[in-house]
């Protein structure tokens, strides 16, 4: 698995891929879901699987007070990802050069990856203050021509 541990280095990685994108801060349930999803669809397309995550929570830089307590170390996600088939892993630190994008300028810097789909959960958001939803993320995929697949929430009884 090739791991990218910063924006700058996205252009490294040049293999036609689909893309789960989330903070994956515990590989629950839901976000196992999101990642199987982009496995399957990256099969299907014959490319490569890449996750997008960060090394940290978004809340210690966002919301200092709030940061939920770790569920797993950054050590154990790779190797949990890495047994899940991902080819790359861009694990970059969320800090404020990451929270000051705005969506588009965030979705710019993405495109570094040669994706043609993108996989998030129901709950997604992305760029400056979370103003990017998957609402906003369809609209982009529409008008910049990359597949969108929008997991529901897992529910625990599910």
Avoid at 115 to 123: I, P
Wanted: charged share 15%.
């Amino acid at each position: 698995m090739e791991i990218i541990t910063s924006l700058e280095q996205l252009h490294k990685f040049s293999a036609p891929c689909v893309v789960a994108l989330g903070t994956f801060d515990g590989l629950h349930r839901g976000h196992l879901d999101v990642i199987e999803t982009a496995r399957e669809k990256a099969h299907e397309c014959n490319s490569q699987l890449a996750v997008f995550t960060f090394s940290n929570h978004p809340f210690e830089w966002i919301r200092p007070g709030m940061v939920p307590p770790a569920l797993i170390t950054g050590a154990q996600k790779q190797e949990l990802l890495q047994q899940l088939g991902v080819d790359v892993l861009v694990d970059i630190p969320f800090n404020q050069q990451v929270a000051d994008l705005s969506p588009q300028e965030f979705l710019q810097r993405l495109q570094q990856l040669d994706y043609s789909c993108l996989v998030v959960g129901a709950n997604f958001t992305y760029g400056c203050r979370g103003q990017g939803t998957v609402y906003t993320l369809a609209a982009s995929a529409k008008a910049m021509g990359f597949e969108l697949i929008v997991r529901e929430l897992v529910s625990e009884g599910a």
